[in-house]
């Protein structure tokens, strides 16, 4: 049970927390039983082992993890300095090289070269071009001896050239490489999954008793504390990375592949650094699947709280991939916690061009630098609704259908996450590509709904009663259940039969509803009082749009919507409508979308997008809303791939290999395929796919079914087809439809 702590006893408690943060484990105000993983255990064995409890029941971090009652610091369940405005967490500043980084410094950028280390020309030119492109630190990967001896000239020759870039050596299970590497390179990564497993045998260990777990811990501090002493000495930053896809045979045992394993396993090294007072390092949870990420570094937030703690964070979603999908997946984790004050520094993994990452990773460090400077925000309010330490979408209630509708109506939303698109008149009357456009397919001259078709249109203008092409293609949209929104007013001039109304939230209750319309809708503008909420409520809408007045924080004041949504009772469906001006660049649109309207989704709350902008094209809009619902982990209509950034680890051209794969599989919606340019985070990576395409050795492919290995050593050129057979034997293959020609009617 919590003891409450008097205001006086306070830095009582924040000595006893600066204490204990160094040695009392995560775990230790609870013994929690340990999980079965691996080989089945006689009953003798178990009986005389401590009580198993599945992963699925085993006690939040949260409740056990307290040295001191959390309420001491802050108020139960924040992770952020303020929920209701941006405002950076405080963390200390951590030197890397001639870098500062933390929160009295701006968000540092970086990126990870591709090149063989072992090739110090290429190296070095890499280096090279993604500082001159903006990169204010470079990681590089070092897994042997032969690339540790090559960081030393690498070094040397970017010093004379006069690049001071600081560079980052990434190390996994070689901690004798990562002790020669400190001797030049400015930080060392380390993750704490596999630094101290050399066997590389990625087992599944039982751990009967808390005895067997802990001594582990010794080996542990053995192994890393030469590490930690070494850069001590020699001012060496460091980063204790975590996986999601690559926490340790203990770590699993205990806690599963979750948040909680993830910041546990990062605390086990943290410790170890703190009890030799060695405190220049940095903190990250990376995991491919953003909402995963995005829990796992509030959790790491909230516990450090506890503990008085103020390491600065890394953020990144690794393995996002390549294009736009590789940029909405790290918006949407990177922008959510940006948006919140949490990120010292960041990098966004595309499985591109080192360089190229730039771009983006520019983008999301101007927004969070932005949103921070100019405390983006609202006044504030108490939220309820949203438990960052447990994920639930919020639930809506979807169309139902009434006996005197005269079309239906049902399919206007999708259960899954609804997209609605912007239109013009001018749009409406090509018909086919406009179609197209829309995600239909054609079948002699008629759309048909698809799996990625719009459920619905807002019309930003109604068409004239005259416009015959106009109005024939919103009576085809009609006829397959697409929903026809617009502005009340304009219905009442210029009427839709059995379209949907469009009021503002603030005089709902009093708008004017054209006979016209079937259903009503209204618009928050994300200053709404919760009693205009409630009133607005009352008239029943179908659903509801969150577009932002100018100059309103959307990730906050949509908080406060859905606050005073939930104190009103309603469970309408709510859709996130994002307006750009005709100057926000493509990249702007899924920067923007995916850290305001996915920092939202990726908390349960919303029920669709509506992304808006007066020039770009119709379809790169619906792909970008479709792409936002996918990496939101809503909607799923292609297939989705986890492919790494690349390193010089990897075994084959991972971006050709990667392209080649997609255009072949990409017709397979709910297939999830990894990409992996080797296996050096252990089959972990393969947590959030069915398939996986592994290098295994210079021009063999090895090929998984989820994290188990089924073929090995296959022949680079034959390995996209035995991938596809692959899928096809587990039933999983579809092939592609071919779109019937348009024949006029």
């Known amino acids: ?415 899954d996450g609804s997209v609605l698109s912007a239109v013009t008149p001018a749009m409406l009357a090509t018909e086919d590509p406009f179609y197209r456009d829309l995600g239909a397919k054609l079948a002699v001259g008629m759309p048909l709904r698809d799996i990625a078709t719009s459920d619905s249109i807002l019309l930003t203008e109604i068409p004239a009663a005259d416009d015959e092409k106009a109005m024939r293609s919103i009576r085809r949209l009609q006829e397959i259940g697409v929903g026809i929104v617009a502005d009340a007013a304009a219905l009442a001039a210029t009427p839709i039969d059995n379209s949907v109304a469009l009021v503002a939230a603030k005089g709902a209750a009093s708008a004017a509803v054209p006979d016209c319309a079937a259903r009503v809708a209204i618009v928050f503008d994300g200053t709404e009082t919760e009693e205009e909420v409630k009133a607005a409520l009352a008239v029943d809408p179908v659903m509801a749009l969150i577009k932002v007045a100018s100059g309103v924080s959307r990730l906050h004041a949509s908080r406060r919507v859905f606050t005073h949504i939930l104190a009103a009772g309603s469970s309408v469906p709510v859709i996130h409508h994002i307006a750009f001006d005709a100057g926000a660049a493509n990249d702007d649109i899924v920067i923007q979308s995916g850290s305001q309207v996915g920092g939202l989704l990726c908390d349960g709350l919303g029920d669709g997008v509506l992304i808006q902008h007066p020039t770009a094209e119709l379809d790169y809009i619906r792909r970008t809303s479709f792409g936002l619902l996918q990496g939101s982990r809503m909607r799923n209509t292609k297939t989705e791939y986890v492919s790494c950034p690349s390193c010089g680890r990897t075994l084959f051209d991972l971006q050709e290999v990667t392209a080649a794969i997609s255009t072949r599989t990409g017709h397979l919606p709910g297939v999830a395929i990894a990409v992996m340019g080797c296996i050096v985070n252990g089959p972990g990576e393969m947590a959030d796919a069915d398939f996986g395409y592994v290098g295994g050795a210079p021009g063999k492919i090895d090929l998984y079914v989820g994290k188990e290995v089924v073929k090995r050593g296959i022949d680079n050129d034959t390995a996209c087809d035995e991938l596809i057979q692959l899928i096809k034997d587990h039933g999983r293959w579809v092939e592609k439809e071919e779109e019937e020609e348009a024949v006029a009617a």
């Open 1 to 415: 049970a919590r003891v409450s702590t008097p205001l006086r006893a306070l830095p009582k408690v924040r000595e006893m927390a600066a204490a204990l943060g160094s040695a009392f484990q995560l775990r230790a105000a609870a013994r929690p039983a340990l999980t079965r993983r691996g080989k089945k255990t006689s009953t003798k064995a178990r009986a005389r082992a401590t009580p198993v409890r599945a992963a699925s029941t085993e006690p939040k971090i949260e409740s056990v993890a307290a040295a001191v009652p959390s309420d001491a610091f802050l108020p139960e369940g924040l992770y952020c300095v303020d929920n209701t405005k941006t405002v950076r967490r405080k963390t200390r500043t951590v030197t890397i090289g001639d870098v500062k980084m933390g929160s009295d410094h701006p968000i540092v950028r970086q990126t990870m070269t591709t090149s063989d280390t072992r090739d110090v020309e290429a190296t070095v030119a890499e280096v090279k071009k993604c500082a001159d492109a903006g990169a204010e630190m470079v990681r590089i990967t070092v897994q042997g001896m032969m690339e540790a001896k090559a960081c030393a000239e690498i070094k040397k020759r970017l010093v004379a050239d006069g690049y001071t870039t600081p560079l980052i050596a990434d190390i996994h299970f070689a901690p004798k490489v990562a002790m020669m590497v400190a001797e030049c390179f400015d930080k060392i990564r380390v993750n704490p999954g596999n630094f101290a497993d050399g066997r590389k045998k990625f087992e599944d260990i039982l751990y009967e008793t808390d005895e067997e777990y802990n001594a582990e811990i010794d080996e542990i501090e053995k192994i890393f504390t030469p590490l930690v002493l070494k850069c001590k000495e020699r001012g060496v930053a460091m980063r204790i990375g975590t996986n999601h896809g690559s926490l340790s045979a203990r770590t699993l045992s205990r806690y599963g592949d979750t948040p909680a394993g993830m910041v546990e396993s990062a605390f086990e090294f943290a410790r170890i650094c703190r009890k030799h007072d060695y405190h220049n390092f940095v903190f990250s949870m990376k995991a491919s699947n953003p909402l995963v990420m995005v829990q796992a570094y509030r959790l790491l937030s909230h516990e450090m709280y506890k503990l008085n703690w103020d390491y600065p964070l890394h953020l990144g979603v690794t393995e996002a991939g390549e294009g736009e999908d590789g940029r909405m997946k790290s918006s949407i984790g990177i922008g959510a916690l940006l948006l919140d004050g949490l990120g010292d520094t960041i990098r966004v993994s595309l499985t591109e061009a080192s360089h190229l990452e730039m771009e983006p990773c520019t983008r999301l460090r101007d927004l969070g630098t932005k949103a921070a400077t100019e405390k983006f925000g609202v006044e504030k309010f108490e939220e309820k609704g949203r438990d960052f330490k447990d994920f639930a979408r919020r639930e809506s209630e979807l169309p139902t259908q009434k006996e005197d509708d005269a079309i239906d109506l049902r399919n206007i939303l999708h259960r």
